[in-house]
């Protein structure tokens, strides 16, 4: 009887490691396939707007939750390019540095990127005809993509920001003194997100792609394009984590409140 109940007890604790292992995988793969749904975001438009360009996480943080995406770092010092896991700043005179993991971001949308549809656009002549022509790729306008576009392009135009000071402006003025740049007949990678507009005090809504070049030596924020043809990869997403900026100046600004100017 002794022998019996200790077998009984042997046998259970086998079945119960045993559930407990497949538990453990089916969360891992539930979170191998979560990570491909969800965008991560840092900060939010309407710090942007007040002009909380404090750090928020840095290169290094930010690769946790993404390979692929856009953003500004602090300061506003240039615009992040993130592609195949390495970062670069589109700087404020049109070029392109890498940037270290210890580099600080203040705001940004990123995603490990996977491809849910991969297509082709042809004979785009505009920002505006390019945007229109994918939205009417999309199953749902309502929820959040992200974008890899690779073309040799005919005509590119990008934008830069230059570093601020403290006390930060607005966004509005820090736009008014970009840097904006012209190339033509070069190859190179659209790399950004589409979020639906009701989260527009969220993030910016709409279309927000950022432009390098195949040699990684020019890119910025595009304003407008030209192609012939172009490869079109969309990634699906439902998911957004927002990480917002803990910094002490940030904490002082109710972002409820519109900005206005002082």
Excluded: W
Aim: charged share 20%.
């Amino acid at each position: 009887m002794q022998i019996s109940l200790k077998r009984s007890k042997a046998v259970v604790a086998r079945i119960f490691l045993s559930v407990l292992l497949i538990a453990t995988c089916l969360v891992g793969f539930a979170l191998a396939a979560d990570k491909y749904d969800v965008v991560y975001q840092i900060s939010s438009l309407a710090g942007l707007e007040h002009g909380v360009f404090f750090p928020t996480t840095t290169v290094g943080e930010l690769k946790k939750h993404g390979d692929f995406g856009v953003g500004a770092f602090e300061h506003m010092d240039g615009e992040l390019i993130l592609i195949n896991g390495k970062a670069y700043n589109g700087m404020y005179d049109g070029s392109v540095v890498l940037m270290d993991d210890k580099a600080p971001i203040t705001y940004g949308a990123v995603s490990f990127f996977k491809a849910s549809k991969t297509t082709t656009l042809n004979n785009i002549n505009s920002y505006e005809e390019m945007m229109k022509s994918i939205d009417a790729l999309l199953p749902n306008i309502n929820n959040f993509y992200a974008f890899k576009i690779n073309a040799k392009f005919s005509y590119v135009k990008y934008r830069s920001t230059d570093k601020q000071d403290q006390p930060y402006p607005p966004l509005s003025q820090v736009i008014a003194t970009q840097s904006i740049f012209e190339v033509k007949d070069v190859k190179g990678t659209f790399v950004g997100v589409r979020l639906p507009h009701f989260i527009k005090n969220v993030y910016a809504p709409g279309y927000h792609l950022h432009f390098i070049t195949d040699d990684k030596k020019q890119g910025g924020h595009i304003l407008e394009v030209k192609f012939d043809e172009a490869k079109v990869q969309i990634q699906y997403l439902s998911q957004m984590l927002i990480k917002m900026p803990t910094n002490e100046g940030a904490k002082k600004i109710d972002l409820a409140v519109p900005y206005q100017k002082k």
